[in-house]
């Protein structure tokens, strides 16, 4: 146990520093002249100046060094753009699409559970496909487009869901976490809780896609097992029902998988959310990273595009531990051979 | 082997949609038919700015196709350059490569191709190399496997005891078991770079706005949404359709 804690925690510190390192060196090559070229009369000595001053002039693992030492200590700069604090567009950013992240989760667990389950305990129905077609949607639809054509269903046709934002900008917003469900709730806005879940639907739903095919194909894996076919056959020899053995035995076997499942999910959820945000205008932090990435902003790239890529590191590798607590069996494998 | 017809009769469509096209699908020939104008010379109608959509889609398609598969293309390339280094290179190449392998496959792709296009120009080719290199470790594992697998079986051993080696013992001994399992891989990688490529394309990475691909052109049809919906579903659906040709398999590959 041990052991495996050691290597999945070095694991997390290599690719932080791989992020970090890859990071760096691509904004130093993004670089290039930039200093001089951003002054309205370029002047090569007074960009020499402002260079020397930024530590520009550093060897380059001393520059990465302060990086990192500025990346620990939240000194994240502005943006080169609008000279806004990245620390402070961040800490407005990230909770909107942590609150699009989780919500896909819970919904992409519920939808991928429910029809996994579901087609076990009614087999010989066209829901035996379910799991099947949803696994299938993941590789041949592209989530951007789903996300349009639940805009014009849900918004254009039925204008039951507004099509894009966050909020609803005549109402009052609430404050305080920035999670805007629980801001609403706190301050016991009905209103307000009614906006925010109606504009969290449609982005959330468009995300789910991702971790519903994950956790489905797990679970259905899980389900094939030999040891789960036996116990099958032996509860049904016990006299129960298709639909209990599926629901009440079947999900006892989650445990395990479904954690890792949430853990690698979380990276398809960010990455699938850079996508969502541009297509909803969810103020999010993907739609801030690919505009800092257009626009060669690039603190907060080094700074913002670092932290979501720590998030993901760090929750698969948190998700690696608890699924080794749940199924100490994990810890024996020979690690990544193979 | 036999002939896969429908995926054969794709990658025809799509070749001529590269240098045939019924309108010149950048030409703005057609403004007093904006948002409308179905009939048989534009059976999908004309886009905002006076174009023929169906030669858009058409080309969009050719193009979506070939940057797919030249991503396919480089990514085998780095992925059996990686795995010959690591045969080649003796035990340090054998402990070092599988575990840059690991820390690689940790990277989500969007992020790297972020990264990626920090330093380079936004740009057609550069989206090709970012999804390539994205998928590469997955690429790279799987062969791996598979190679593995095959070098191991006991047919190989026999017909290098009868003293089969190098390119004939390949060609005639481990391609045909190693064929399926690298086509159904190629499938995969295929459908994840086209689907990763447009996702990009979508985002704006891809440089020229006009540039007629399938996942730019959806972005530059957002804005008639509400107003020309099929402008944003005609794209969408027909890299669905592509996708889904690639994936059907004969009954007797499952």
Redo the contacts between chains.
Sequence with gaps: MLGYLLRKSLLLLVLFLTASGLLFVASRAALGDGILLAQKVPDPERAAQIEEALGLNDPLPIQYIAYLRNFVSGAWGASLINQRSVRGEVSQRLPATLELAISALIIGVIVGVGTTLLAEALPGTWVKRLPEALGALGLTVPIFWLGFLLIIVGAVWLDWFPASGRFDFTLSRPSGTGFLIIDSLASGSGEALLSALKHLALPAVCLSFFPAAVVSGLLRARLQEPQWQRLQIALRAKGLSASSISLKHGLRLLGAPLVIALGTSVGLLLGGSVLTETVFAWPGMGRYLVGAVLDRDLFVIQYALLLVMLLIFASVWLSEILAAVLNPRLTQGGGDED | MKINYWLFAVALIALVGLVWTPYDPLAQEFRDLRLGGFSVAHPVGVDGLGRDVFSRLWRGLGNTAMLSLAALALNFLVATIILVLERSTGRLGRAII??IA??WL???????S??????LP?GAATLVLAVALGNTPMTYRQL??SW?EQRRAQYVEASMALGARGWPMFRRTLWPNLAPDIAALAR?IF??GA?EL??LA????IGDPDFPEL?AM?RQY?PF??QA?WL??A??VL??SL??VV?QRKPEER
């Design positions: 599988p575990l690991a820390v940790g990277l989500p792709v969007i992020f790297l972020l990264i990626l296009l920090v330093f936004p791996r496997i593995r995969l459908a994840l689907l447009s996702g979508f985002l704006g990475l996942g959806l957002q949404l509400s919906p944003v579903l794209p969408g890299l669905s996708l889904f994936h």
